[in-house]
C-alpha cells in the first residue's frame, strides 16, 4: 500500500500563486509516475500534470505555462507550483500515483494507482 498525504491548498486572489506537496509513504518503491488530478464542483475530475520517475513530465492545456510539477524522489515527494491562479482552477486537488508498468520493482507491485485526501484550492475574484 502507498499513503499520499497532500499539502498547501487554501484560499488566494486570482493571479495568485499556491504550492501543493504531496509526501509518499508505504510501498514507495511502487511508485512509477505520480501525478495532480483536480475536482471542481458539478466536474469530473481531470488530469493536470504527471511526471515520470526519470523527471518527464505532461500538462494539460488547460495549464501549460501556469503549473510546474516536479518531483524530489529522495523524499518521495511531489510538488504542483500554481501561478496566475484563476477562479476556474478552483477545485479539490489530488495527489496520485499512475499504475506500475509490468515487471516495475522486480514485478512486486499490483496493478494499481493510488490517490490522496485531497486538498481545497479556492481562488477568489
Known amino acids: 500500500q502507498v499513503q499520499l498525504v497532500e499539502s498547501g491548498g487554501g484560499l488566494v486572489q486570482a493571479g495568485g500563486s499556491l504550492r501543493l506537496s504531496c509526501v509518499a509513504s508505504?510501498?514507495?518503491?511502487?511508485?512509477?509516475?505520480m501525478g495532480w488530478h483536480r475536482q471542481a464542483p458539478g466536474k469530473e475530475r481531470e488530469l493536470l500534470a504527471g511526471?515520470?520517475?526519470?523527471?518527464?513530465?505532461y500538462y494539460d492545456e488547460s495549464v501549460k505555462g501556469r503549473f510546474t510539477i516536479t518531483r524530489d524522489n529522495a523524499k518521495n515527494t511531489v510538488y504542483l507550483q500554481m501561478n496566475n491562479l484563476q477562479p476556474e482552477d478552483t477545485a479539490v486537488y489530488y495527489c496520485?500515483?499512475?499504475?506500475?508498468?509490468?515487471?516495475?520493482?522486480?514485478?512486486?507491485?499490483?496493478?494499481?494507482?493510488?490517490w490522496g485526501q485531497g486538498t481545497l484550492v479556492t481562488v477568489s475574484s
Open positions: 496520485t500515483t499512475g499504475v506500475p508498468p509490468t515487471g516495475w520493482a522486480g514485478g512486486v507491485c499490483p496493478a494499481k494507482d493510488y
Open positions: 511526471i515520470t520517475s526519470r523527471g518527464g513530465t
Open positions: 508505504g510501498d514507495t518503491i511502487c511508485i512509477a509516475a
